[in-house]
């Protein structure tokens, strides 16, 4: 089920009315979640619910026996199983085609030409999500952080929960799982919050994110028709597409799950504020980067071996995680692109404080930052082109044609060519500038805040504006509703 | 919980007030039924004679403008595109708690069988229902017809047409073009013309000859329940009921069913009910109707429905039909004010017409004594140029250049061309046609509706069609108001 589809706007209520009726008993709460959450997951395929409930009982069951035993041996069995059935059903639902395409096509290079047909797999969605959460829970037992639950029904519900079963954020079992052990009082205030943040997020997504897809869509379609600065403009909106349609998500997951009195962690802090690409990495998916510092990195030694073990567990780590986002080379190449900036970024630390003290001196910190925001955007940019690109030569296609800029042509008609008529494309470009806006306000002052202060008349005005521009600029319809795009990792 | 349940059924109630009541009036899907609901809106409820009700077939061919002027009477074209025998029922439902019609006059042709059961005319149906009043048993009637997962852009045209927000909040001249055509609830192109490859497949369509006795008729179960209500409906309110089958090119060989089968029902049907039916496919050389009568072969185009709409009118006459005589009304005045035709004929009216005397001559071929502006509200405005000197010409020896500047206060009601060339006039170009009337010729031609009531200067240029030679200087007739 999709946030954006009518059958949310009228699972939500039902949840929520009934959540709140259920709410004082804590065993009949969560059943009536796990039962919820199950029905959200199986509207889309009921069949991956059998693979969901495997996943969760072989992590509740290791769990419980990692706790106990004592061997050392015994142990790294326990875990290593968890890890095997996670990673093998991720690796055989993600990953298997991939594997056999790169198969094919190593043999190629010799000369060789395997026959070999690729798989009839569905990507159950989300499980690139739920794999990770549920792994963390028989890893920080393994390290002795966690300990394990005897409730399985509430550890099964930690595991679908459905704001953040499909596409996250990625929560860790030491921060949610003992939520589902509390009851909750209604709190109106915290169900407002909720309700507004979820009404921002479906903005950011309906109204910014897939509206920029359009645009992206067409000229990504077929980038070899398009001009270079028509390649620039629809990278640009990519950019924004991607940040509205994420984030819009995790707003919307954030929201709904605190309108149950639920907390789950920040995903987005205003990413392309950031002044380098490691800056970028703690704003931008943070339950994700965290996931891999805390999981990979630290595991593979992080910065305990030296300089050089520091910079491979880096690059080792963009690596997987670019694997993560999608069995492409593609993507592959997006996360080394992030890795080697960011291990750049490590081996000049000194060389960028002294730039930056430079600056300083003839105060120009200002200049210093707003030059290194724009850098981080255009490396962040140019990686986009990998990750969006439907393969490697479109998007080495799209980088060299991009080079040859005529925006003298972007004015004259070219604007209006890209899939989206002119209106739409302003209407965007306002949008965007107020989200800018909002977000440097955001930053300073929550927003949320100061509109609790504000009198009820803006108060309410303000979200008619919200809801009108849902209803009026929002790209949904029959043939409109766009799926995250997360939901493919 | 409770705060939160009243806060939102609160904003909840505020949101679809606005919804409803101011958005959904913006982003209503611009059809010509609009435009016939606010026309009707303006007639009391013993006002109008005659309702026509059916598809495109109707609003097509019924042009209230000739009929009420061959009758004196008031009637109104109900037609609307795909409009099913479901909707017409419900339709006249409305229609008939509301006014007091003497004739209600009903297309049947196979057509009303495709249209109950096809999806695609599912959406052609929100044109009627769009102009109906919200209320229990609209809501309870759309319910059988759409589902759940449709309601909502059912209910609301915002949620239906706001893809266009841009047309229907910044840019909402509308289609004057369709404007123009409109009559009443009647909407024609003029020039249009069947194409060629139809000509050849319906070269038979008026020798084909159609005896109702040779041929058993059947009607689908439901359309004949329809059929059967809207004459339940009809006689208890009083109010006369009349067939009539549009004419249309493929009527022996309607995809929609079978057109022998389906008439002689009807006839059978209007037999033992004592209704009237007039099949104009049975009536092509007496009206007559030719290719060029045709925009495709399932309409007719304007000169046709001209042909369909006299031949009606003297058809009500000789059946004895009697209307009241609403010459005398004002709101038949009003109408025969805005018709064209009818306004050359009347001295009386040309007089109220903004015009100037004028001396120019065209070559020698043409002189002009006098020009005319007829401007009908909200669609095109007509320039008439009055002839001094009749010769042989057709009109189409020449194209007219129409130069309006307006006073500098209505600079603002510029066209969008003229603004973004940043000039100072409309320019439109027209080719003319020739009218004679008691003797005196006409040049007319038209150029699109604007608010400009005011002109600085009028210059008229005249431009040989075939040479594109221009007659300088212009013919100047300086300011006018057209108040």
């Not at chain 2, 009707?40 to 009929?67: K, M, Q, W």
């Amino acid at each position: 089920m999709l946030f954006n589809s009518l059958d949310f706007a009228l699972f939500f209520p039902v949840v929520f009315l009934l959540y709140w009726t259920f709410a004082k008993h804590l065993t009949v709460r969560n059943a009536f979640l796990l039962a919820a959450s199950y029905f959200f997951y199986g509207w889309w395929d009921w069949r991956f619910l059998f693979l969901i409930a495997f996943s969760s009982l072989v992590d509740f069951f290791v769990g419980k026996y990692l706790y106990k035993a004592t061997g050392n041996t015994r142990r790294k069995v326990l875990l290593w199983t968890s890890i095997s059935v996670n990673i093998g059903l991720l690796a055989y639902f993600k990953y298997a085609n991939f594997f056999i395409e790169s198969f094919v096509d190593s043999f190629r290079l010799f000369g060789q030409d395997l026959e070999v047909a690729p798989l009839q797999i569905i990507l159950p969605v989300g499980i690139s999500f739920y794999t990770f959460q549920t792994l963390s829970y028989t890893i920080d037992i393994y390290k002795r952080k966690l300990e394990p639950t005897n409730n399985a029904l509430a550890f099964f519900t930690f595991v679908a929960f459905f704001p953040q079963l499909v596409a996250g954020p990625i929560e860790r079992a030491s921060h949610l799982l003992p939520q589902f052990f509390k009851t909750y009082k209604f709190n109106y205030h915290q169900v407002k919050s909720g309700l507004l943040l979820m009404a921002f997020g479906l903005f950011k997504k309906m109204v910014i994110a897939d509206r920029a897809a359009i645009l992206v869509n067409q000229v990504y379609g077929d980038p070899g028709s398009y001009d270079g600065y028509q390649l620039v403009v629809a990278t640009f909106f990519f950019a924004v597409q991607i940040y509205c349609d994420f984030s819009g998500y995790s707003d919307i997951a954030i929201g709904i799950a605190r309108t149950m009195g639920f907390d789950l962690m920040k995903n987005f802090d205003s990413p392309y504020f950031s002044k380098s690409i490691t800056e970028f990495w703690r704003r931008w998916h943070i339950s994700l980067s965290t996931w891999f510092r805390d999981y990979v990195y630290i595991p593979l030694g992080g910065s305990r071996g030296g300089t050089y073990k520091t910079y491979a567990n880096l690059f080792i780590v963009f690596l997987v995680s670019g694997l993560w986002h999608g069995a492409a080379f593609t993507f592959v190449i997006w996360g080394a692109i992030h890795g080697v900036i960011i291990v750049l970024e490590k081996a000049f630390t000194k060389q960028r404080e002294n730039l930056k003290n430079g600056f300083q001196k003839l105060k120009l910190s200002k200049l210093y930052a707003f030059g290194s925001l724009l850098v981080t955007f255009f490396i962040v940019c140019v990686a986009w082109v990998f990750f969006r690109a439907e393969s490697l030569r479109e998007a080495g296609l799209i980088l060299r044609n991009s080079v040859d800029l005529n925006y003298g042509k972007l004015f004259h008609g070219g604007l209006g060519t890209m899939g989206l008529a002119e209106s739409e494309i302003y209407l965007l470009l306002v949008l965007i500038v107020l989200l800018v806006l909002f977000e440097l306000r955001h930053r300073t002052k929550p927003m949320a805040h100061y509109i609790a202060r504000r009198p009820i008349y803006v108060r309410w005005s303000l979200y008619l504006v919200v809801v009108f521009s849902l209803l009026l600029f929002g790209i949904y319809g029959d043939d409109q509703v766009s799926e995250f795009i997360y939901f493919q990792f | 919980m409770k705060q939160l349940l009243l806060k939102s059924t609160l904003f909840t109630i505020i949101v679809l007030v606005l919804l409803l009541g101011v958005m959904d009036r913006l982003f209503l899907t611009d059809t010509h039924f609009n435009r016939t609901m606010r026309e009707l809106d303006r007639y009391e409820a013993d006002e109008v004679d005659i309702f026509f009700c059916g598809s495109s077939h109707v609003f097509t061919a019924f042009n209230p403008e000739i009929i009420d002027k061959e009758l004196h009477l008031n009637s109104i074209n109900l037609g609307s595109g795909a409009q099913n025998l479901e909707t017409t029922a419900f339709l006249l439902s409305d229609i008939l708690e509301r006014y007091n019609p003497k004739l209600i006059v009903l297309d049947v042709f196979p057509g009303n069988n495709y249209h109950l059961n096809a999806p695609t005319a599912k959406g052609f149906q929100l044109e009627v229902f769009d102009n109906l009043e919200n209320n229990l048993k609209k809501l309870k009637y759309l319910r059988s017809i759409y589902s759940i997962r449709e309601f909502s852009s059912v209910l609301s045209p915002t949620i239906r047409n706001h893809k266009d927000w841009n047309d229907k909040l910044f840019n909402r001249n509308g289609n004057t073009k369709a404007a123009a055509e409109f009559v009443r609830g009647y909407t024609n192109n003029p020039g249009h013309h069947v194409k060629d490859e139809s000509k050849n497949s319906f070269r038979d369509f008026n020798t084909k000859t159609f005896v109702y006795d040779t041929v058993s008729g059947s009607l689908p179960e439901r359309v004949k329940e329809l059929i059967l209500q809207i004459h339940s409906l009809t006689a208890e309110k009083n109010v006369e009921l009349m067939f009539v089958s549009t004419p249309y090119l493929d009527w022996y060989k309607d995809p929609n069913g079978n057109y022998y089968e389906f008439t002689a029902a009807i006839k059978e049907m209007s037999d033992s009910l004592d209704i009237p039916y007039l099949n104009f496919n049975k009536q092509y050389v007496a009206l007559p109707l030719e290719f060029s009568d045709f925009k495709d072969v399932a309409h007719v185009n304007s000169i046709g429905a001209e042909k369909v709409s006299l031949f009606f009118a003297s058809y009500l006459k000789e059946q004895d039909f009697t209307f009241k005589d609403r010459r005398n009304d004002s709101i038949w005045m009003r109408n025969q004010s805005e018709n064209f035709e009818y306004v050359l004929k009347t001295p009386k009216l040309m007089d109220r017409l903004p015009a100037t005397q004028v001396e120019y001559t065209v070559w020698d071929s043409l002189k002009i004594a006098k020009f005319y502006v007829h401007a009908k509200p909200s669609t095109v405005t007509k320039i008439i140029l009055e002839l001094k000197t009749p010769l042989q010409i057709t009109g189409e020896e020449y194209i007219v250049q129409f130069h309006g500047k307006p006073v500098k206060t209505q600079k603002r009601y510029l066209s969008n061309e003229a603004k973004l060339k940043d000039r100072d006039r409309n320019i439109w170009y027209g080719r003319p046609a020739l009218k004679e009337l008691d003797g005196t010729k006409y040049l007319i031609f038209e150029i699109p509706a604007s608010k400009i009531t005011d002109y600085e200067t009028i210059l008229l240029y005249f431009q040989n069609a075939e040479t594109l030679e221009v007659v300088q200087p212009p013919l100047n007739i300086g300011p006018l108001s057209l108040k």
